[in-house]
């Protein structure tokens, strides 16, 4: 998946991670709580587009003045001029792992943010992330695994 992504693996947040570790040594098939776990994500990643925040609960910065100023539509709403970025959030599910992001390469950018001498000249953005795990995420992400499991697969 190009653009921008966080993944979830045996490396991922600690709790997350000491959990999928375990679930990989008793389960056979994790797709059915990956997919689950990139459904929440789907879900709670288009709210933070909605609020205007990042996955921690930091509001994006706003707008530049002369953009501000430019911007044709959705004047008051940041990475969100056409929400093709928001519209194209996807999961792939692996064998052992679960990717969440987008395919739009200018997703990089603006989780990362850019710098005026990168190409093109106008790069010079802030970091506004858009990607990565809250701790109800987590949490959720922690139940949903552990629900799996429960019910024994």
Partial sequence: MAGAKIQISTQGAQAVSDVLTQLIKNANNLAPALGNVGEHLML??????DEQRSPDGTPWQALSPDYAKSKKKNK??????????????????????????????YGAIHQFGGTSDMPPRLAAIPARPFLGLSDNDEKEIIEIIFNFVDKGN
């Fill in 44 to 49: 709670t990643h288009r709210d933070h587009f």
């Fill in 76 to 105: 008051d709403k940041i990475l969100r001029l056409n929400d093709i970025m928001r519209d194209t959030l996807a999961y792939n599910i692996g064998d052992e792992s679960l990717e969440f992001g987008t395919n739009m390469e």
